[in-house]
């Protein structure tokens, strides 16, 4: 079965530290989404993105983060310069096709989990 | 979106049914109700979606009453491993994103 995967499992970075986190969605999947989820917290959306371009993203997802899809089979979020409160885990999510009133199914990845020191 | 109401948290037993109903009263036309799964340090999981009556899958039956102002998450004969926390979301499937509430942390003991 296809399925999202993530890169890496773990990351631990200095404040101030740029950090890129990696995803390969799965492959037919239109639609791509990041987002974090705090220890002991809700997940919360960061950003969507769809024909190249972001379609929306959250006030959290401010100037220091960027995303991209570099080749037809990566996504990838940037963030800059990284805080103490950037420590989360981060999912990444692929959709297959806005279907009004069908399934909706996001299909999530393993997570990221950042560590900011 | 709508708003969403689950219980915080549920005990059960091994090879109990769990019922776990979740209030959208603001629940539009357009609007399907999605349940995902969510288990410790992994990503969220879709279990089923339904509009209205009743869905069921290998995994769990959804109930949807004729108004739809609420529906049920039935999970027949948990085990284990069906601990995680269970999030109902409401949506119309043209929103780019999922909105998770808190969830209700389904706890199943032996």
């Known amino acids: 079965e296809p399925e999202v995967t993530q890169t890496p499992s773990h990351q631990v970075t200095q404040m101030g530290q740029e950090v890129i986190l990696r995803c390969v969605p799965i492959?037919?999947?239109?639609?791509f989404y990041w987002y974090r989820q705090i220890l002991g917290q809700k997940v919360e959306f960061l950003v969507s993105f769809y024909n190249n371009e972001i379609s929306e993203k959250s006030e959290i997802f401010d100037d220091q983060f960027s995303v991209e899809r570099p080749d037809g089979s990566n996504f990838t979020l940037k963030i800059r310069s990284t805080k103490l409160e950037d420590s989360a885990m981060y999912f990444c999510a692929s959709r297959d096709r806005g279907l009004a009133g069908g399934r909706d199914e996001q299909f999530f990845g393993p997570g990221t989990r950042l560590t900011v020191l | 979106l709508a708003k969403t109401t689950q219980p915080i948290s549920m005990d059960s037993y091994e090879g109990q049914e769990v019922n776990i109903t979740c209030s959208h009263n603001?629940?539009?036309?357009?609007?399907?109700i999605t349940w995902y799964q969510q288990f410790p340090s992994q990503g969220p999981r879709f279990i089923i979606q339904g509009y209205k009556t009743k869905v069921t899958n290998e995994v769990a039956s959804l109930f949807i009453p004729a108004d739809r102002k609420s529906s049920t998450l039935s999970l027949p004969r948990v085990s284990l491993s069906d601990t995680a926390v269970y999030y109902c979301?409401?949506?119309?499937?043209?929103?780019?994103?999922?909105?998770f509430g808190a969830g209700t942390t389904v706890t199943v003991r032996a």
């Open positions: 979301l409401v949506g119309d499937g043209n929103d780019y994103k999922l909105s």
């Open positions: 603001n629940i539009a036309t357009n609007d399907y």
């Open positions: 492959s037919n999947h239109l639609y």
